[in-house]
Each structure stands twice: as structure tokens, then as C-alpha cells.
């Protein structure tokens, strides 16, 4: 490392023997040598916390300042990142996100937006939400909120929703490049209450077919398909076509309760693993709408 300052330049070599690189083995040190002054700082596993440690010190000898939370996300993401495809890691503000998401709504907005080449591109608008109101639409492009320049700034997904969303009746000014419009479009928006609803789609397909498709697993997904369910079978249908295409997932207890519905008594609907926790079986009770006014199970 190489540190200036206006009278003098100081020169410091650090050698460090990374022997863990947060690896959890015994008996691995972790020495730091500093010419002009030499300081020596073991780490041994067994006897300390090897993340805590490794964080205090690039706190103290790392040359610039550093985000110990990222660092320590950051750690937290490279120990599930090869245990397989279905373990990830959300930090608090991204999990506070999804779980909005799964409790049926959020206060924001109601848009839905894609990042395409550093700009915020209006996907849709939810229909009569607080963006709908005042004129916003699909294929608009965001540029500045309050103010802010949000577009070729590469703003993460978590930093526009930060943005956007808020307390319900909280004002928000956004400027947008519409298409054939030479100069910005403003609009003030009201933030409101956005309902989320997992089954957006439930129609008769055809003579006694029915058609519903399930976004995702909240905790109003069952509700949501009873009704939907229900509407169907007092127009006749005896058939079902459920759709689970693009389906993000979400609570096993909705998904559950929807299987819960369409399968007869006592069938094997999922079962979870742990190591230490063994097997957990989760069986139809065939108490669903489907299986007593359609099937008779």
C-alpha cells in the first residue's frame, strides 16, 4: 500500500498471508507485518469469530472507508452461493420488500418497471393505483425523481424502490421521457395503498373449462383462488387448467392450500429436509371447494 500526504510520502508494505479467506479451519493464522512499526495480528480459528475479526481489521488497516454491513452481506453471499440454485441471502431493506410483497401489498406508486440501459422503463401501471390517476404509462421512462436524476446514474433495483415507494398520502415528483414528446412530462403522485393479487387471471377457457392463473404464493392466495374457484364452478365447470408459468413462488402454506384443493384425501403434496430436523410431510385433506362440488372425493 502507498499513503500521501502534503509534507511526506509514506511508504508501507503489508504482507498478508490470507490462510482462511473466512475458511473455517484450525490452526490457520492470519499475520499483518507493517515495516516502520511492526504490529502482528493473529487469528485462530476456534478461539475467535473469523468474520468479526477479518472485518476489524480491514477497519483498521484498509486504506479507505468501508461499509462493514456490505462486507458482512457480502460474506454471507459467498458461503450460500454453492450450496445450490435455491439459498440466497436477502439483506433487511430487501427482505422487508418481499415481505410486503407476500402480505398482499405495499403503500407506493403501482408500477411495475424494468432497468433497460440505466433508465427506469414503465412496464405497467397497476390499474385505478396512484400512477394510473395521474396520466403515467407503460412505456414511459423515468429520468428524475424528486428532483434526483435516477437514469444513467446505474441505480440498483433496491435504490429506485426506495425511491418510489413510502407512506401512504406521502407526495412523490417524478419527471419522464415519453414518446413523442419533446420535452419532460411531469407528475406528482399520492402514494397509496397497492394491492397485490396472485390470481390475476380466472376465466371459463372454454365449456366447463376453467383457466386461473396463480402469480405467486401470498398469504390472500388462498382466499383468492377459493373465490376464483368458486365463481367458475357456478358457471358450470368440471375442468381446470391452472397455470404456474412464471409463478415467482412465495409461502409453502398457500401453495399447500391450493394443492389442498384439487387433490383427493391423503395424497403426498410435498415433504421438506433438513439434516438435523429430518422429514416433514405435508398431506391433502381433500376439504377443498374442487374436490367436494366437482370431483366428489
Not at 18 to 40: C, E, P, Q, R, Y
Not at 42 to 55: D, P, Q, S, W
Request: net charge positive; charged share 25%.
Amino acid at each position: 500500500m502507498k499513503l500521501e500526504t502534503n509534507n511526506t510520502k509514506l511508504r508501507v508494505r503489508s504482507f498478508l498471508y490470507w490462510g482462511i479467506v473466512i475458511a473455517l479451519a484450525i490452526g490457520i493464522a492470519v499475520d499483518i507485518f507493517l515495516i516502520k512499526k511492526s504490529v502482528t495480528v493473529r487469528i485462530t480459528a476456534g478461539k475467535y469469530n473469523e468474520i468479526n475479526e477479518v472485518l476489524q481489521l480491514i477497519q483498521t488497516y484498509y486504506f479507505d472507508d468501508v461499509s462493514t454491513q456490505e462486507l458482512k452481506d457480502e460474506a454471507i453471499r459467498g458461503m450460500l452461493q454453492n450450496l445450490d440454485p435455491h439459498s440466497s441471502y436477502m439483506t433487511r431493506e430487501e427482505a422487508e420488500q418481499a415481505r410486503s410483497v407476500m402480505m398482499g401489498g405495499f403503500e407506493g406508486v403501482g408500477i411495475q418497471f424494468n432497468i433497460l440501459n440505466d433508465t427506469l422503463l414503465v412496464i405497467a401501471v397497476t390499474a385505478g393505483g396512484p400512477s394510473e390517476k395521474v396520466g403515467v404509462m407503460a412505456g414511459d421512462r423515468i429520468i428524475n425523481v424528486d428532483g434526483e436524476t435516477i437514469a444513467g446514474v446505474n441505480s440498483s433495483n433496491t435504490d429506485i424502490i426506495k425511491k418510489l415507494r413510502g407512506k401512504k398520502g406521502t407526495k412523490v415528483h417524478i419527471e419522464i421521457l415519453r414518446q413523442g414528446h419533446e420535452k419532460l412530462v411531469s407528475f406528482d403522485i399520492i402514494r397509496d395503498k397497492i394491492a397485490v393479487h396472485s390470481v390475476n387471471i380466472a376465466y371459463e377457457i372454454a365449456h366447463q373449462t376453467g383457466y386461473i392463473h396463480i402469480d405467486n404464493f401470498t398469504l390472500t392466495t388462498k382466499d383468492e383462488f377459493h373465490d376464483a374457484l368458486k365463481t367458475l364452478i357456478d358457471k358450470g365447470m368440471t375442468k381446470l387448467i391452472l397455470d404456474l408459468r412464471g409463478n415467482s413462488g412465495g409461502h409453502l402454506d398457500a401453495a399447500i392450500a391450493v394443492c389442498n384443493q384439487l387433490l383427493p384425501k391423503d395424497k403426498l403434496i410435498v415433504y421438506t429436509y433438513g439434516k438435523s430436523v429430518g422429514k416433514q410431510k405435508y398431506f391433502s385433506n381433500s376439504s377443498g371447494l374442487f374436490n367436494r362440488k366437482v370431483r366428489n372425493w
